[in-house]
């Protein structure tokens, strides 16, 4: 069962960690591990496999060339994501420790750990977000007749309509009819009408009732706020029993998303003009491949959809037993990750190939991005559809399973990586306290985005909290501390002592010299095309300020600084000359039972004693025994 516990005596602990044992009972000492293996896959691939599966990558496929863009795709995949992928779920099992808790390992790079969660508390204040709106949509589907199906509610507009004319080629060149938003919006300056789709004018003026700009925040809607506070309750009860809720909750939310996408593939297909959208979602444009931002885009996203550099694969990690086959399972995970990519590109295409036919328009002018895709252009292709309250309750709640266990995973994260510095957390019910304090607290920080201006504030976070930045400095910092300060042929030997023998040779080629120079290489491309962020939305594009930008650039400057900062307080901290410190910032503290037997029999242990009776010291990362 999932609460069964793995514990191993502190006596085993190095000179260093006994130095440092926290005091307590053997309940606060004591971890729970994973009551079975799949628990721990199911876990993986609910955080894992996320919303931008689901919109994310289809549209990144589409605007990057189609087929052609699966090359980058598949090249940052195999010498990227996929070797730190590996790296954070061995590093977390083989220390049983979260994300701040496992950097003993190399307690110089502990910065990474603190790094890693404070991008994980960002990540699960504006996730859950989405979740919200879904939910909004899922409640309202609820009707005869979708509220976004047609233009006599509240907050339409005279521009309202239904009935789109796409514009002939005269009056183009002639400069009658101009495009405003690619999702069924568009201008007749001769006639100055605005013909705007019924369901941009719901997402726009009544889920959002949006303001001019993050200067205008405006009120709480107090619709939303109350969709996110039943959010947030589900997800309080889905984790505050940590492994034992988490671990059961995943078999239906992990699972159930691929029933719905089957049986949304089976309907789109069916439908009239989905061979042209499939076509030109796989057809390949391979002079894109000549361009930086294909791969650019490739790299983000392999980085983003693997949920890497947030320390919550390494939490995951750490419930799994210290002799758990993790390498199959990883690669079964990783596996199923991108086929879901490709597989929701299917689902997505079908849909839209059938809409462009439907309104007469190409199919780029309905492709959108992000909350576009599933806010705008999927809630009017379900309109379309016989049916259309059931597909959409359907549809919704596949989306809210989707981000569900990515919400909680990433909370059980880190939660998990405070608990593991606070271990009298776990005694009686301090833990469900303390999550129930952190979900409220959360909860009134996302108030702030279901204000008049709260997708403004939503846009900064998606956009810099969490972003492609923040996540590729922390893959650079976790190869830099185990591949050349820990030693990649010891990790090799650690992780070759937990499962019984060495993974591929690849991975080490990976962590040693690949994966950073493609983190650094993507980072510089990133830099040299950065642009001020904006907001496109059917009326034109909104600009943000440059207060509102430099907030932003605080939450990942805040995140990155906490490796440097805390490298500099530890180097401060130890005694002795410049060479000493180095030796004891750099120096493992390990439990008896993760020392190989040539640092056993270095430090005089017999390799078979399960209790010795010295404790021994942990072996430093400057003398190796190879």
Same mark, same amino acid.
């Given at each position: 069962?999932?609460?069964?516990?793995?514990?191993?005596?502190?006596?085993?602990?190095?000179?260093?960690?006994?130095?440092?044992?926290?005091?307590?009972? =053997?309940?606060?000492?004591?971890?729970?591990?994973?009551?079975?293996?799949?628990?721990? %896959?199911?876990?993986?691939?609910?955080? *894992?496999?996320?919303?931008?599966?689901?919109?994310?990558?289809?549209?990144?496929?589409?605007?990057?060339?189609?087929? *052609?863009?699966?090359?980058?795709?598949?090249?940052?995949?195999?010498?990227?994501?996929?070797?730190?992928?590996?790296?954070?779920?061995?590093?977390?099992?083989? #220390?049983?420790?979260?994300?701040?808790?496992?950097?003993?390992?190399?307690?110089?790079?502990?910065?990474?750990?603190?790094?890693?969660?404070?991008?994980?508390?960002?990540?699960?204040?504006?996730?859950?977000?989405?979740?919200?709106?879904? !939910?909004?949509?899922?409640?309202?589907?609820?009707?005869?007749?979708?509220?976004?199906?047609?233009?006599?509610?509240?907050?339409?507009?005279?521009?309202?309509?239904?009935?789109?004319?796409?514009?002939?080629?005269?009056?183009?060149?002639?400069?009658?009819?101009?495009?405003?938003?690619?999702? #069924?919006?568009?201008?007749?300056?001769?006639?100055?009408?605005?013909?705007?789709?019924?369901?941009?004018?719901?997402?726009?003026?009544?889920?959002?009732?949006?303001?001019?700009?993050?200067?205008?925040?405006? =009120?709480?809607?107090?619709?939303? !706020?109350?969709?996110?506070?039943?959010?947030?309750?589900?997800?309080?009860?889905?984790?505050?029993?940590?492994?034992?809720?988490?671990?059961?909750?995943?078999?239906?939310?992990?699972?159930?998303? +691929?029933?719905?996408?089957?049986?949304?593939?089976?309907?789109?297909?069916?439908?009239?003009?989905?061979?042209?959208?499939?076509?030109?979602?796989?057809?390949?444009?391979?002079?894109?491949?000549?361009?930086?931002?294909?791969?650019?885009? *490739?790299?983000?996203?392999?980085?983003?959809?693997?949920?890497?550099?947030?320390?919550?694969?390494?939490?995951?990690?750490?419930?799994?037993?210290?002799?758990?086959?993790?390498?199959?399972?990883?690669?079964? %995970?990783?596996?199923?990750?991108?086929?879901?990519?490709?597989?929701?590109?299917?689902?997505?295409?079908?849909?839209?190939?059938?809409?462009?036919?439907?309104?007469?328009?190409?199919?780029?002018?309905?492709?959108?991005?992000?909350?576009?895709?599933?806010?705008?252009?999927?809630?009017?292709?379900?309109?379309?559809?016989?049916?259309?309250?059931?597909?959409?309750?359907?549809?919704?709640?596949?989306?809210?399973?989707?981000?569900?266990?990515?919400?909680?995973?990433?909370?059980?994260?880190?939660?998990?990586?405070?608990?593991?510095?606070?271990?009298?957390?776990?005694?009686? +019910?301090?833990?469900?306290?303390?999550?129930?304090?952190?979900?409220?607290?959360?909860?009134?920080?996302?108030?702030?985005?279901?204000?008049?201006?709260?997708?403004?504030?939503?846009?900064?976070?998606?956009?810099?909290?969490?972003?492609?930045?923040?996540?590729?400095?922390?893959?650079?910092?976790?190869?830099?501390?185990?591949?050349?300060?820990?030693?990649?042929?010891?990790?090799?030997?650690?992780?070759?002592?937990?499962?019984?023998?060495?993974?591929?040779?690849?991975?080490?080629?990976?962590?040693?010299?690949?994966?950073?120079?493609?983190?650094?290489?993507?980072?510089?491309? #990133?830099?040299?095309?950065?642009?001020?962020?904006?907001?496109?939305?059917?009326?034109?594009?909104?600009?943000?300020?440059?207060? !509102?930008?430099?907030?932003?650039?605080?939450?990942?400057?805040?995140?990155?600084?906490?490796?440097?900062?805390? !490298?500099?307080?530890?180097?401060?901290?130890?005694?002795?000359?410049?060479? =000493?410190?180095?030796?004891?910032?750099?120096?493992?503290?390990?439990?008896?039972?993760?020392?190989?037997?040539?640092?056993?029999?270095?430090?005089?242990?017999?390799?078979?004693?399960?209790?010795?009776?010295?404790?021994?010291?942990? +072996?430093?990362?400057?003398?190796?025994?190879?």
């Amino acid at each position: 069962m999932a609460g069964k516990e793995e514990s191993f005596p502190d006596d085993m602990t190095g000179a260093d960690t006994a130095l440092h044992k926290p005091e307590g009972s =053997e309940a606060e000492k004591q971890r729970p591990t994973w009551g079975h293996k799949v628990d721990f %896959i199911l876990s993986c691939v609910g955080f *894992a496999v996320g919303l931008g599966n689901v919109w994310r990558f289809p549209y990144l496929c589409y605007r990057n060339g189609g087929g *052609a863009f699966l090359i980058p795709y598949f090249i940052c995949l195999v010498a990227g994501g996929v070797p730190v992928f590996f790296l954070e779920i061995f590093l977390g099992q083989f #220390m049983s420790q979260g994300g701040i808790g496992c950097w003993k390992i190399c307690p110089i790079f502990q910065g990474i750990g603190f790094a890693t969660t404070v991008i994980c508390f960002l990540l699960n204040i504006y996730y859950i977000i989405i979740l919200n709106w879904a !939910a909004y949509f899922f409640g309202r589907s609820f009707t005869s007749l979708l509220p976004w199906a047609h233009c006599d509610n509240p907050w339409n507009t005279e521009f309202c309509t239904t009935n789109f004319t796409k514009p002939d080629a005269d009056s183009i060149v002639n400069g009658t009819n101009a495009t405003i938003d690619g999702n #069924m919006t568009a201008l007749n300056t001769t006639n100055t009408t605005l013909q705007i789709s019924p369901v941009v004018e719901f997402w726009e003026n009544k889920v959002l009732n949006m303001s001019d700009g993050v200067e205008d925040m405006g =009120e709480v809607q107090w619709e939303l !706020a109350i969709c996110l506070l039943c959010v947030w309750v589900v997800v309080y009860f889905c984790v505050f029993k940590g492994v034992k809720s988490t671990g059961k909750v995943v078999y239906f939310t992990a699972t159930f998303p +691929y029933v719905m996408l089957t049986v949304l593939l089976v309907r789109g297909v069916t439908l009239d003009g989905a061979a042209d959208g499939l076509f030109f979602y796989l057809n390949p444009d391979w002079e894109k491949l000549k361009d930086h931002k294909v791969w650019i885009d *490739a790299g983000t996203q392999i980085f983003f959809s693997y949920a890497i550099g947030l320390g919550c694969m390494t939490a995951l990690g750490s419930y799994n037993k210290f002799h758990n086959d993790s390498y199959k399972q990883s690669i079964l %995970i990783a596996t199923v990750n991108s086929f879901t990519s490709l597989y929701s590109g299917l689902v997505v295409f079908s849909v839209l190939g059938f809409m462009a036919k439907e309104q007469g328009l190409d199919i780029k002018d309905v492709a959108a991005s992000g909350p576009g895709l599933v806010f705008i252009a999927y809630p009017r292709a379900l309109a379309l559809m016989p049916l259309a309250p059931l597909w959409s309750c359907l549809f919704f709640f596949m989306i809210i399973l989707v981000g569900l266990d990515s919400q909680f995973v990433g909370v059980e994260g880190f939660v998990t990586a405070v608990v593991d510095m606070i271990p009298t957390l776990r005694r009686g +019910y301090n833990r469900e306290f303390f999550i129930a304090g952190i979900c409220a607290f959360n909860f009134l920080l996302g108030l702030t985005m279901v204000t008049n201006g709260g997708i403004y504030v939503f846009q900064i976070f998606d956009y810099y909290s969490a972003s492609g930045i923040s996540l590729l400095f922390m893959s650079f910092f976790e190869c830099v501390a185990i591949a050349w300060i820990f030693g990649v042929d010891r990790f090799y030997d650690s992780i070759a002592l937990m499962i019984g023998y060495r993974p591929l040779p690849w991975f080490k080629i990976c962590w040693l010299v690949l994966t950073p120079l493609i983190t650094v290489g993507i980072f510089l491309f #990133m830099c040299a095309t950065w642009s001020p962020m904006e907001f496109k939305h059917f009326t034109g594009t909104y600009y943000f300020p440059i207060w !509102a930008e430099s907030i932003g650039w605080i939450m990942v400057v805040v995140a990155i600084l906490c490796v440097p900062v805390t !490298a500099v307080v530890k180097l401060c901290q130890a005694e002795g000359t410049l060479r =000493e410190r180095w030796r004891q910032v750099t120096t493992p503290q390990l439990h008896y039972h993760q020392l190989r037997d040539k640092d056993k029999l270095a430090q005089g242990l017999s390799i078979d004693s399960s209790d010795p009776s010295t404790p021994p010291p942990p +072996y430093s990362s400057v003398t190796q025994y190879d």
